[in-house]
C-alpha cells in the first residue's frame, strides 16, 4: 500500500465535528455517534505516557491505515470492532468533513477490559531492564544469558494495568486472571498470543521482525470478546528490520523507539510537560512511519 498524501501541519485536535466528544486520550479522540463510536487519531505523539507538545503530520493517517489493514488480517483470528461496509459507513458519518477519513475508523460501542495484552517475542525495552535485574520479566523464567534484542524461546503475555493517568503497571498473568476472571483471561491469553504470531509471520515476508506489541479487548452486549483500539500500529507494537537486527545492542526500529532515545538523551524526567520535538526528529519519525506502513502492506 503507497502512503496517501500527508498534511504539512500536524492535527493536534479535533474541531468542527457535529458529535459530542467522548473521551480524548493521548493520540485518538472519541466521538460518540449514538449507534456507534467514531475514533479519530490525531498527530499527536506520546512517549513514556506523555504528550509531547508538537505532534508529526500525517501521523494520525499512517496509523490508522495500518491499522485498518491489520484488522483485515486479524478478522480471520478474532472478532473486530469495525462496523460492517466500514468504509461506506465511514463516508457517511463523515460527509461534511471528508479529510478526517484517512484518519478514522467507525467501530462498535464496546465496554473495554481494565488491562492491556501485551506480547513479547523478543527481549527489549522495559522487558530487557526487567530481565537484566531479574533473569526474568515478571513471572516468565528465561534463559541465562540472553542479550538486547534476542529472540525468546516462545512469545510471552505480560498484561498490564491501564492508567489513567501516569503509567501503566505491569502484571503476572495470575493477577490478570484475578481481574478478568479465568475464562476471560485464557481468551485474551490465547488470542493475543495468536494474534501476534499471526503479525510476527506476516511482517517476517515484508522483512521485517514484530519484536513485541499490545492489544486491547472490550465485551459486547452479549458478554462476548471483541479486538479493538488499534491492531500491530508503530505505536502499539515495536517492529525492527530484520536485515539490520543483531542481538547486544538497541535495534533501529520503525515504532516510536526513535523517539524515545532521543527523549532518554534529554534532561527530562518523563514527566509532563514533554520537551518540543526538533524538526529532523518529526521528518524521521514521520518517514519512518510511512516506510512503516509501505513495507508491511507491500
Not at 503530520?57 to 473486530?80: C, D, N, R, Y
Not at 527489549?124 to 544469558?145: V, W
Request: glycine fraction near 6%; charge should be neutral.
Amino acid at each position: 500500500m503507497k502512503a496517501p498524501a500527508l498534511p504539512t501541519e500536524a492535527l493536534m485536535t479535533v474541531t468542527g465535528l457535529p458529535y459530542p466528544l467522548k473521551a480524548k486520550g493521548k493520540v485518538r479522540e472519541v466521538f460518540d455517534l449514538g449507534e456507534h463510536y467514531l475514533i479519530v487519531a490525531t498527530d499527536r505523539l506520546s512517549a513514556f505516557d506523555v504528550v509531547m507538545p508538537n505532534g508529526v503530520p500525517g501521523k494520525g493517517i499512517l496509523l490508522t491505515q495500518i491499522s485498518l489493514w491489520w484488522f483485515e488480517q486479524a478478522a480471520a483470528v478474532f472478532p473486530t470492532h469495525l462496523v460492517p461496509d466500514h468504509l461506506a459507513a465511514l463516508t457517511r458519518a463523515l460527509q461534511g468533513h471528508e479529510q478526517l477519513i484517512p484518519r478514522s475508523m467507525l467501530v462498535r460501542k464496546l465496554v473495554p477490559l481494565p488491562v492491556e495484552a501485551v506480547v513479547r517475542g523478543y527481549l527489549a525495552g522495559s522487558g530487557f531492564k526487567e530481565y537484566t535485574r531479574t533473569g526474568a520479566i515478571l513471572d516468565h523464567a528465561l534463559p541465562k544469558s540472553l542479550l538486547d534484542g534476542s529472540q525468546l524461546p516462545e512469545p510471552i503475555f505480560t498484561p498490564s494495568t491501564k492508567a489513567a493517568e501516569g503509567h501503566d503497571e505491569a502484571i503476572t498473568r495470575a493477577r490478570c486472571a484475578e481481574i478478568l476472571g479465568e475464562k476471560v483471561f485464557r481468551t485474551v491469553h490465547d488470542t493475543s498470543i495468536a494474534l501476534y504470531r499471526m503479525g510476527n509471520a506476516r511482517a517476517a515476508k515484508a522483512g521485517v521482525i514484530l519484536a513485541d506489541t499490545k492489544f486491547e479487548f472490550g465485551t459486547a452486549p452479549d458478554g462476548s470478546l471483541v479486538l479493538i483500539d488499534e491492531v500491530l500500529t508503530p505505536d502499539s507494537s515495536r517492529y525492527w528490520p530484520r536485515e539490520s537486527w543483531q542481538p547486544g545492542r538497541s535495534q533501529p526500529s520503525y515504532d516510536k523507539q526513535f523517539v524515545r532515545d532521543w527523549l532518554e538523551a534529554q534532561p527530562w524526567n518523563k514527566t509532563a510537560p514533554g520537551p518540543r520535538l526538533p524538526d529532523d526528529v518529526i521528518a524521521k519519525t514521520q518517514a519512518l512511519y510511512r516506510e512503516c506502513l509501505e513495507r508491511l502492506t507491500a
